[in-house]
Each structure stands twice: as structure tokens, then as C-alpha cells.
């Protein structure tokens, strides 16, 4: 039997104790260390997998740095010291999370603290944590996973109530403030000076177009997460798109196994995974190739061409599903197939770009250039002096 079924027959009760059991050595010391009480202007930005402060972290972070909050961070480094960990979490006023953090779900969290989740992605794509119920890696409806949040910012009124499902929450505490990592890309000067920059660090000519392949990965976490290498053969596709064309491979930060290329004939190629931030790359490319990532809905504020390469949909739509009809979300061509795929990338700039006026509202609602705003405003409560 495998542990999708075991967890189905676990009692709801039985499994919120084994998970608590399972993070005993952390809520130990969590309990010490939370009877120094807490402090106030303590904030801590709290990350396992991160390696640097990026992404809405980054943002947020710059407006408040010069505030009077004693700010902390902890990233993937610092969590070789669990110890260190719970001793600031215990005693921090706001707690901030950007991803899944599984050891946070079962503290015993005070009455006056804030665990306040800033979700990576924008929009509201692949269906996540409660609003898998049944499908294979999920959790079950008792877990205590994601239930603890204080606060949830989201990039639009139109998916409140996707984030409320998925995290098992009242929607009252889910708040269509906007993405801060969003700001940037109504930031003219910005958009244009990170592009010529960005190009010019990669070699891209003024006269090539740059084609950005960001697909999500496979598989139910970042342990098991990969991107099937034959979904694409990248020489392949070098050659039949010729040497006009730039493509940039940036797969998903859990996937340690790259697409192999030879640079060979053709289109030059070059790994960007170095970028664990996308959004750069995103003013950089001319057209973006992609799947089921969040990334359509940031690319979609620049009204730039995009193809949809889901060899797999069938089968993807199985296991993990999306919350609305995947019509909803393919403003682009298409294509299932590697034959069809260099032929829709260099027609791509000639197609017609969809009105995405209703799209950018139902899913990019709040997300105007003051995002980061908000949240210090609303979510920190006027704390920031």
C-alpha cells in the first residue's frame, strides 16, 4: 500500500498527532524558547529552500529596511540549526513564509503572533494543498498543514476563494493586496534598463529573439521534482528554429537534473537556472515557452507572445488538475508536440495577442505597481516607523 492510501485510512485526529510527532525535537524548543515572550518589532522572513533574500521576500524587505523592526532572516544555510530557528520564531511578532514550510504547521503558535504566508507564485493555476483532496501526493482534510496562517496575500479579489480552499482557511483571512515581486513590471525604467542589461549579460543581439523555456516541474514535492527530458529534445529544436533565435533554459529551481544540449547547429542555448528569480527574465525574452506555471500570469502584464507546450496535459490534468478549465489560462497557441513547437514559437510574434483585459482582472486584480505597498500598510498594521 502506498502512503497516498495510508493517509486516506488515517484518522484525521491520529495523523495531526503523528505529524506533530513527527516535529517533536522542534515544538520542544519552541516551547522553551517562546517563555521569553515576544517581541514585538521582531520579523522574521523564514525560508527553507531560499539561498538569498529574492522573490516577494526581496520587496518587502527594501520598504521596510530602514523601519524600526528588528529584521531576520533565515534561508536554507540557516536552517542547519534548527535550534537557532525555533529560538527566533518563538519569539518573533510576524513570521513570514513564501512557500510550504512544514515544520511551522504544528507549533503551537502564541495568540499575538503572525504567521503570515506571501505565496510565490501569482494567480491562481495548479490546484494546491485542501483543493487536491483525493488526487496522489495530497494531504488529507484533517492535516494540520497550512492551517495556521494568520494572513495570505493573493493577486486578485478573483482567486480569494482558490487560496482559502487550498490552505483551509477563512476566506477572511486571505487579502487581494497584490504580488510585491510584481511592482517591478510598472516600473518603466526598470523594464528597460533590465532588459538592455539582462541581453547584454547573455549576448543576446538586438537582432536575435530570445526565447525563454520555463516549464513547472513533475512530481508531488522538491524532493521528487523533474522535468521529463523527453518532452524536449533542445538540439532539436535549436535546429529547426536556426541561428535568429536565443533559447534560454530556466527550469524549475526544484529540478536538479538540466535538459542536456550540445550547442551545436542553430539557435545558440544557454542555461539561465542560475536565476532564481524569473521576472528579469521575463523583460528580457521576446517569447516565453511554458506549461502549467504561474509565470503566464506575470508574463501577461507585459502583453508579450507565449506558446503553451504541454505535451502531457492529459495526464498532468489528472494528477494534479487546475482550478479553472485550462482554456482559461492558454492565451497563446497551444502544442502538444515537439513537431509542432519551433513553427509556433516563430509564428508566435504574427498571432493576434487575445484581449487578456478580463484575464489580468480575474487573476492579476490587485497587482498595479503598489502591491508592496499595501501589504506594509495593511499587513504589518501601520507597525512600520
Given at each position: 500500500?502506498?502512503?497516498?492510501?495510508?493517509?486516506?485510512?488515517?484518522?484525521?485526529?491520529?495523523?495531526?498527532?503523528l505529524q506533530r510527532f513527527s516535529n517533536r525535537s522542534n515544538i520542544s524548543i519552541f516551547k522553551r524558547c517562546s517563555q521569553k515572550g515576544i517581541n514585538a518589532r521582531k520579523l522574521v522572513f523564514l525560508s527553507p529552500t531560499r539561498d538569498s533574500l529574492s522573490g516577494n521576500f526581496w520587496f518587502i524587505y527594501e520598504a521596510i529596511k530602514d523601519s524600526d523592526f528588528e529584521i531576520v532572516v533565515l534561508l536554507e544555510e540557516d536552517h542547519r540549526d534548527m535550534g537557532r530557528v525555533m529560538r527566533h520564531v518563538a519569539t518573533a511578532q510576524y513570521i513570514l513564509a513564501d512557500d510550504y514550510v512544514r515544520y511551522m504547521y504544528t507549533l503551537p503558535l502564541g495568540d499575538k503572533q503572525k504567521f503570515i504566508q506571501v505565496w510565490h507564485s501569482t494567480g491562481a493555476l495548479k490546484r494546491m494543498g485542501f483543493s487536491r483532496i483525493g488526487r496522489e501526493g495530497s494531504t488529507i482534510q484533517g492535516s494540520l498543514t497550512h492551517r495556521n496562517y494568520t494572513d495570505v496575500i493573493v493577486s486578485a479579489e478573483?482567486?480569494?476563494?482558490?487560496?482559502?480552499?487550498?490552505?483551509?482557511?477563512?476566506?477572511?483571512?486571505?487579502?487581494?493586496?497584490?504580488?510585491p515581486r510584481t511592482d517591478i513590471f510598472f516600473d518603466e525604467a526598470y523594464k528597460k534598463q533590465t532588459r538592455e542589461d539582462l541581453r547584454a549579460r547573455l549576448q543576446v543581439e538586438p537582432d536575435e529573439k530570445l526565447v525563454l523555456f520555463a516549464p513547472t516541474y513533475r512530481g508531488n514535492d522538491v524532493h521528487g521534482a523533474f522535468y521529463p527530458q523527453e518532452f524536449l529534445n533542445v538540439d532539436a529544436l535549436a535546429r529547426a528554429l536556426g541561428s535568429g533565435y536565443v533559447i534560454a533554459l530556466k527550469l524549475h529551481p526544484f529540478i536538479k537534473e538540466q535538459l542536456p544540449f550540445s550547442n551545436g547547429e542553430g539557435a545558440r542555448v544557454i542555461d539561465v537556472g542560475e536565476y532564481r528569480e524569473i521576472n528579469d527574465l521575463l523583460l528580457a525574452a521576446d517569447i516565453l515557452v511554458t506549461d502549467y506555471s504561474s509565470v503566464i500570469f506575470e508574463y501577461a502584464l507585459l502583453s508579450k507572445p507565449v506558446v503553451f507546450y504541454a505535451p502531457d496535459m492529459g495526464d498532468y490534468e489528472n494528477k494534479r488538475d487546475f482550478f479553472y478549465d485550462y482554456s482559461e489560462y492558454a492565451y497563446g497557441p497551444l502544442v502538444l508536440n515537439q513537431d509542432e513547437l519551433a513553427q509556433s514559437i516563430m509564428s508566435a510574434e504574427t498571432i493576434k495577442m487575445l484581449d487578456l483585459t478580463a484575464f489580468k482582472e480575474k487573476f492579476l486584480g490587485a497587482c498595479d505597481g503598489r502591491s508592496t505597498q499595501r501589504f506594509v500598510e495593511n499587513v504589518l498594521v501601520n507597525e512600520v516607523k
Open positions: 500500500m502506498d502512503i497516498g492510501a495510508l493517509k486516506r485510512l488515517c484518522p484525521p485526529a491520529l495523523f495531526r498527532a478573483g482567486v480569494v476563494d482558490n487560496f482559502a480552499e487550498a490552505f483551509g482557511i477563512e476566506r477572511s483571512k486571505v487579502h487581494p493586496y497584490g504580488v
